[in-house]
């Protein structure tokens, strides 16, 4: 925002054709919807949860990341499924790392994708590279991990998982880590949660579209998924609360690359921020207030170990 003008950000604002809005918000809650589905089928090795449930121990951990820095938000939606599966988190927690795997995949995908139809400048070309090499890897460890043989190779003996003092308690928790990604197998699991992470994508990037629909910038479709895969790459490192900041930085630099000023394209972050967050704090309030705890109950049961 340095050295913009601000009535052209305020003209722009004017401008903006409010019957975009609501199919946006509409799209970007189906997108967590997607996600609440994703979680219930990954979670079935470890206990049955509504999709329900599910999508609302998601916005509660959202909300959470929108207050606090570092996604400690995670924590708090694994609390949630945990309470009501009733299991402690390190059972959880490999149902939320395949689905960012998940999520991975079908961002490099759409990367390499969009690298082969947009030209865009070798730094982005070298990010795209990094991120698919890393979702390689983790597509390796995951297939790694559904071998039998590898998982009592890292697991070990059952005593030695729970021996008492600092360090058992770590194995346990890697225990239940490996245990609990070798267990969500079966096409059951996988084919109906591979579909609801690439229903998150799709919703999130017409959810954007829809907002640059609004704002009329001149930039074609392609162009419009590629800023939008720009910023969800750029903010996929854990940050400041609701990732101000970097949400405004890469939505700015990725519609510079695709001729739009300074002016409008800082404008349009504004918008695209407070068009697709406000309503997430809204409904994680609710989630929150729909659950009986208090995000300092939470965080004293965190402490706790419960």
């Not at 795997?101 to 759409?110: E, I, N, Q, T």
């Not at 979702?135 to 005593?159: D, H, M, N, Q």
């Not at 895969?229 to 970097?246: C, K």
């Amino acid at each position: 925002f340095h050295d913009i003008s601000w009535r052209t950000m305020l003209r722009q604002l004017q401008g903006v054709e409010l019957r975009w809005l609501l199919p946006a918000i509409a799209a970007d809650i189906f997108s967590y919807c997607c996600q609440g589905v994703r979680w219930r089928y990954l979670l079935k090795p470890a206990g049955k949860i509504s999709s329900l449930k599910a999508t609302q121990a998601i916005y509660v951990g959202l909300f959470v990341n929108e207050i606090l820095p570092m996604r400690v938000g995670e924590l708090a939606a694994a609390f949630l499924a945990g309470r009501w599966l009733r299991l402690p988190i390190a059972q959880v927690l490999p149902s939320m790392l395949v689905g960012r795997l998940f999520d991975g995949v079908w961002l490099a995908l759409a990367v390499a994708a969009l690298l082969i139809l947009v030209p865009l400048p070798s730094e982005l070309k070298w990010a795209g590279d990094l991120f698919g090499l890393a979702t390689a890897v983790g597509i390796a460890l995951f297939l790694l991990l559904l071998i039998p043989g590898v998982r009592k190779r890292l697991v070990g003996g059952e005593s030695s998982a729970r021996d008492s003092g600092v360090l058992g308690t770590l194995r346990g928790w890697f225990a239940d880590l490996v245990n609990g990604i070798h267990e969500i197998r079966g096409r059951g699991i996988l084919i109906p949660a591979a579909a609801a992470s690439l229903g998150v994508l799709v919703f999130q990037t017409l959810a954007f579209w829809c907002v640059i629909a609004a704002y009329r910038l001149p930039v074609t479709v392609l162009a419009g998924v590629a800023v939008f895969l720009i910023v969800h790459l750029g903010t996929a490192i854990p940050n400041a609360p609701a990732n101000v900041g970097s949400f405004q930085l890469f939505t700015v630099l990725g519609l510079g690359l695709f001729g739009i000023e300074k002016d409008l394209a800082a404008g349009f972050s504004a918008g695209v921020f407070l068009v697709l967050t406000v309503p997430l704090w809204l409904i994680g309030l609710f989630a929150l207030s729909r659950t009986g705890l208090t995000l300092r109950g939470m965080r004293d049961q965190l402490r706790r170990g419960a």
